[in-house]
Nanobody, 127 residues
Framework: QLQLVESGGGLVQPGGSLRLSCAAS????????IAWFRQAPGKEREGLSC????????SYVDSVKGRFSISRDNTKATVYLQMDNLKVEDTAVYYC????????????????????WGQGTQVTVSS
């Protein structure tokens, strides 16, 4: 079972940037697709982006396309979410999640498809 720890959250002004990290341990990261989700108070958890185990497939929800970028460094067992041009509505707790897949190009953004989750990191966008 993969263990995940998110970091990099914080307070940023609108238009600013943050880079979230998702550090993995307990298994070989390259065998797992990794996705980022977020949940704002009173709202459902939302899938933002996913990267396949091989890194060959990446997907983004429309609300973050062109602003967020997902990447991974399997040698460091870490997945990143670069967030630029942040908006007030991006305020939420951000989670990374992992799912083992023998299909190295597999990716998804449905939370029910992911079995391992981090504890979350708070991102607050405010002036």
């Amino acid at each position: 079972q993969l263990q995940l720890v998110e970091s990099g959250g914080g307070l940023v002004q609108p238009g600013g940037s943050l880079r979230l990290s998702c550090a993995a341990s307990g298994s070989t990261l390259a065998s797992y697709a990794i996705a980022w989700f977020r949940q704002a108070p009173g709202k459902e958890r939302e899938g933002l982006s996913c990267i396949s185990g091989s890194g060959s497939s990446r997907s983004y929800v429309d609300s973050v396309k062109g602003r967020f970028s997902i990447s991974r460094d399997n040698t460091k067992a870490t997945v990143y979410l670069q967030m630029d041009n942040l908006k007030v509505e991006d305020t939420a707790v951000y989670y990374c999640a992992a799912q083992f897949s023998r299909i190295r190009a597999w990716c998804a953004n449905r939370s029910t498809l992911f079995g391992s989750w981090g504890q979350g990191t708070q991102v607050t966008v405010s002036s």
